[in-house]
């Protein structure tokens, strides 16, 4: 496992004051569908890792992880120009991806029981489209993840604050459903059917998935490991590390990782305009993770992205 240390004076500080906001504020709100954080409850496993690292923020990622292909030429629109893209670290991992298309990545997550310091904040959901294999350093090198927009629970102080603390586009929201990571669809007609929508309270950005079970394995866990695990950032002033681990309790169990087909609709940043993609693969699973905020993105030189 690879980690840089975090500043915990900076990160507790943070933590403890976020957390005393979010409770002096009201605890409830009110989204269009009249739904209440205070009466969602979640079928997500305890985080497996807490007593092992209590000076880390740790949490379980559960949702949907998936890839989305477009063209090079696009992506290179997309990316800001003063950053390079690592074709070869891709194709080194992917030798059979298509030629001139780059992989973006969706996810669809729910984060649970979130703790540092012996502080728990509440859940709360997220979704956006990223971008891996981003040459930030210059180096040729070092891969990372440029995550410029976030679709976040509105109401959590702490995760939308803390995501805007990287320079990202933050969009409190509303989703379906409220408090896990993905819900089944009554009576589908593919086995293994489920969605996930998230959309803003206060525009028209959303996503929203439509997953199936499939028997294809059309990209190696391997490749989910490493693009999951690049330091992510938005505005390359600092990076987050976070540190996906895919062997504990809750990613080993029986269906801890299944393999899915879908659809994934989307209107965000940076694409113009609402974008539809058919025949996405990906992975639903649950991990646990460890978090290491505001780190200086040079530190990662070198960085694989590996577990």
């Keep these: 496992m690879y980690s840089k240390p975090s500043n915990l004076q900076y990160f507790l500080f943070s933590f403890v004051s976020l957390l005393f906001l979010r409770y002096a504020a009201s605890t409830y709100f009110e989204t269009p569908q009249q739904m209440s954080l205070g009466v969602c409850t979640t079928v997500d496993q305890p985080n497996p890792i807490a007593s092992i690292y209590p000076n880390n923020a740790t949490g379980t990622l559960n949702g949907t992880v998936a890839i989305i292909p477009i063209s090079l030429a696009l992506a290179r629109q997309l ?10 670290a891709y194709r080194a ?3 059979d991806f298509p030629q001139g298309m780059y992989p973006a990545i969706v996810q669809a997550l729910h984060d649970h029981e979130v703790q540092a310091f012996g502080y728990k904040i509440d859940d709360f959901s997220r979704t956006g489209i990223e971008f891996p294999f981003v040459d930030l350093l210059n180096d040729n090198h070092t891969s990372f993840k440029w995550a410029p927009s976030l679709i976040m629970s509105a109401g959590h ?38 969605y996930f929508s998230g959309r803003s309270l206060n525009g028209a950005e959303g996503i929203t998935t439509l997953f ?11 490749f989910f490991q490493n693009f999951t695990n690049q330091p992510t950032f938005a505005d390359g002033k600092t990076c ?24 994934v609709r989307a209107n965000i940043h940076p694409f113009g305009e ?17 978090e290491n905020n505001y780190l200086s993105c040079e530190d990662f030189r070198g960085y694989d992205g590996l577990e």
Excluded at 79 to 88: K, M
Excluded at 274 to 290: C, H, K, N, P
Aim: net charge negative; glycine share 8%.
């Design 240 to 263: 987050d590390n976070m540190i996906r681990l895919f062997n504990t309790s809750v990613t080993t169990a029986p269906n801890g990782i299944e393999r899915v087909k879908g659809t």
């Design 79 to 88: 990316i800001p120009s003063q950053y390079g893209i690592l074709e070869h």
């Design 274 to 290: 609402e974008q539809e993609w058919s025949g996405v693969y990906g992975l639903r699973m649950d991990t646990a993770f460890i």
């Design 93 to 95: 991992l992917l030798p």
């Design 212 to 222: 199936s079970s499939t028997e294809d394995e059309l990209f190696p866990l391997s």
């Design 157 to 194: 102080d702490i995760a939308l604050k803390g995501a805007a603390d990287y320079g990202t586009n933050v969009f409190p929201a509303f989703f379906d459903p409220g408090c896990d990571a993905y819900s089944a669809v009554p009576h589908a007609e593919k086995p293994g059917t489920t």
